[in-house]
């Protein structure tokens, strides 16, 4: 029996299995280095989201909320700084 009224429905089928050749895969140190540079702006993007909803808290007379929201924006780009250290070092590599 169907749970979609409409009678169609879809299928993944995610088949998981060994290779013994290579499709290219990139190294630890490239994976890395894509992985710390969309972080940061992922964080980035979280901090400024953050930002956004500290003012409104502040406007609705939140004042503990958007103090925890700025703190957040504030821890959220110091994990920024040590993940951009990181995307140094292993640039400088």
């Known amino acids: 029996m169907s749970d979609n009224a409409g009678g169609s429905h879809r299928?993944?089928?995610?088949?998981h299995h060994e290779h013994s050749h290579?499709?290219?895969?990139m190294s630890v140190r490239d994976k890395l280095e894509?992985?710390?540079?969309?972080w940061q702006h992922h964080n980035e993007d979280?901090?400024?989201s953050f930002e956004d909803w500290e003012k409104r808290a502040r406007e609705e007379g939140l004042e503990d909320v958007a103090r925890a929201l700025a703190k957040a924006a504030?821890?959220?780009?110091?994990?920024?700084a040590e993940?951009?250290?990181?995307l140094e070092k292993i640039k400088s590599k």
């Open 11 to 15: 299928h993944h089928h995610n088949h």
């Open 22 to 25: 290579s499709h290219g895969e």
């Open 34 to 38: 894509k992985l710390l540079d969309h």
């Open 46 to 48: 979280h901090a400024k």
């Open 74 to 80: 504030e821890l959220t780009r110091e994990i920024n």
């Open 83 to 86: 993940l951009s250290e990181a």
